[in-house]
């Protein structure tokens, strides 16, 4: 055992190392931000909205300009996250709902992050929106590697956010102040983000990962009428959006109506910019500042329900496509990680990276043992500067809605095929990111070569699923 702790130590760059050989397992807290587009932060160029805590975070770590989600939905992307696979291999691929509440299930047999880190003595926490598995099922949180979870199970609850129940666990917690959706007085947002809170109190004498999938900015568009709003109130033109609203019969799932839907988008920007600022007092107030890796990224690209306007703010930074698609716009994310003493302040990184990273990553960072067979590699050197980082041959998603789509991003090319449902062979459109960001011009007809090894790559990363097939 003891050798082979040597041998994970002399592999960690020297500043992690000395963290792990003094016996101080660094805190994680990941946070992971839904449908907030790769422009909507300060610190990627953000105009409009304040995000100061983001800028702040940024600005004492690094940021990742090349990060990409698991893909353009919740359920499938968090997957990816969770199981350090790509969507080409990770078991949930859609966002599949199963009654009464919930969504299709992880099964057991799958090793999460939260169990991998778990296993190595963390104490686990997750509180927001889960989507992988009803309460009680093999899916639940409780049997995924966590010592505690609070907030929306179901990722199509989590339209509301003023709800008439979150979960506590197994606990159904009934908001009596919301009623049955007939009154706004209980913001699903603030409850979890208190329990988040108490989960670091808690737990501040142990090494602890606090995953924190909060809901905002997603749609609908709604947030209390307090100072963050007013702020905004007024600032901008605004086009008015009819929707299903609270009251008598009030549909669970639907996005209310509102005057103000500019305004209320700007508002839950900086509310979460909030939260992530009170998380970081919290971790100051304590003492643990020093000694927790704090990471923040998105789900998937910027959402264009409930009203809300991604071409208004320049949600997708210039990038084509939004939510649901696989150009850049759809699954390119913002990224930002903070460790003082092991990240040094100011950075920005080029690593080209993806979701089903971040488990490897974060159990080297720890020293456990990530499954085998994943398909992330750790990016670890990239996160503290050392210049032998380990890349990508390529990157792999799939996306099972609008006529099932693939995409692949080789070195600077990206190739992407659409309506595969209808023709697993459909012709692939190819861009060169590096001189076409915005992947307006298709250059597929001139590089043959790179088409058809996009092709065989497209066909080696998809595995058939019973549960989602094409």
């Not at 080297?364 to 499954?371: D, L, R, Y």
Request: net charge neutral; glycine share 10%; hydrophobic share 35%.
């Amino acid at each position: 055992m003891k050798k082979k702790l040597l041998i994970i130590l002399f592999l960690l760059p020297c500043c992690i190392v000395t963290v792990l050989s003094q016996n101080k397992k660094p805190n994680i807290v990941l946070i992971l931000a839904d449908d907030l587009g790769y422009g909507d932060v300060g610190f990627n160029g953000q105009k409009l909205i304040k995000t100061p805590n983001l800028d702040r975070l940024a600005n004492d770590g690094i940021t990742l300009k090349q990060f990409y989600a698991g893909t353009a939905v919740c359920a499938p992307s968090r997957s990816s996250l969770m199981t350090g696979k790509h969507t080409g291999h990770t078991f949930i691929r859609g966002n599949l709902g199963v009654e009464p509440e919930g969504q299709y299930p992880i099964p057991d047999t799958i090793v999460t992050l939260a169990e991998v880190l778990k296993k190595s003595g963390y104490k686990t926490g997750a509180y927001g929106k889960w989507g992988l598995g009803p309460v009680g099922s093999q899916g639940d949180p409780n049997r995924q590697g966590f010592d505690h979870f609070f907030g929306y199970n179901c990722q199509s609850l989590a339209h509301r956010y003023y709800p008439e129940h979150l979960w506590n666990d197994q606990e159904k917690v009934i908001l009596k102040e919301n009623g049955k959706l007939e009154s706004l007085k209980e913001y699903a947002p603030d409850l979890t983000q208190q329990q988040a809170l108490a989960f670091i109190d808690k737990n501040k004498e142990e090494p602890f990962f606090l995953f924190l999938p909060y809901i905002l900015p997603h749609a609908e568009l709604i947030v209390p009428n307090d100072s963050i709003f007013r702020y905004y109130k007024g600032k901008f033109d605004e086009k008015p959006f009819k929707g299903f609203d609270y009251g008598t019969n009030a549909k669970p799932t639907g996005y209310v109506s509102q005057q103000y839907p500019h305004a209320t988008f700007a508002a839950m920007v900086t509310r979460l910019d909030l939260y992530v600022g009170q998380v970081i007092a919290k971790l100051k107030e304590l003492g643990l500042e020093e000694n927790t890796l704090i990471i923040f990224t998105s789900d998937n690209g910027p959402h264009k329900e409930g009203g809300a306007d991604p071409d208004f703010f320049n949600s997708a930074a210039g990038f084509r496509g939004i939510k649901r698609d696989l150009y850049e716009g759809g699954i390119r994310v913002p990224f930002v990680a903070k460790w003082p003493k092991v990240i040094k302040a100011g950075q920005s990184s080029d690593f080209v990276g993806a979701f089903w990273d971040i488990m490897p990553t974060l159990s080297e960072i720890t020293g456990s043992k990530s499954p085998e067979h994943i398909d992330g590699i750790s990016f670890t050197n990239a996160l503290t500067g050392n210049k032998n980082q380990n890349t990508h041959e390529y990157l792999y998603w799939e996306f099972h809605e609008g006529g099932g789509k693939q995409a692949v991003r080789y070195e600077n090319w990206k190739g992407i095929r659409l309506n595969v449902i209808k023709d697993k062979n459909a012709v692939i459109a190819l861009y060169d990111l590096s001189s076409d960001p915005q992947e307006k011009h298709d250059i597929a007809l001139k590089h043959p070569d790179i088409v058809k090894k996009i092709a065989l790559f497209m066909n080696e990363a998809h595995i058939e699923s019973q549960v989602f097939p094409w």
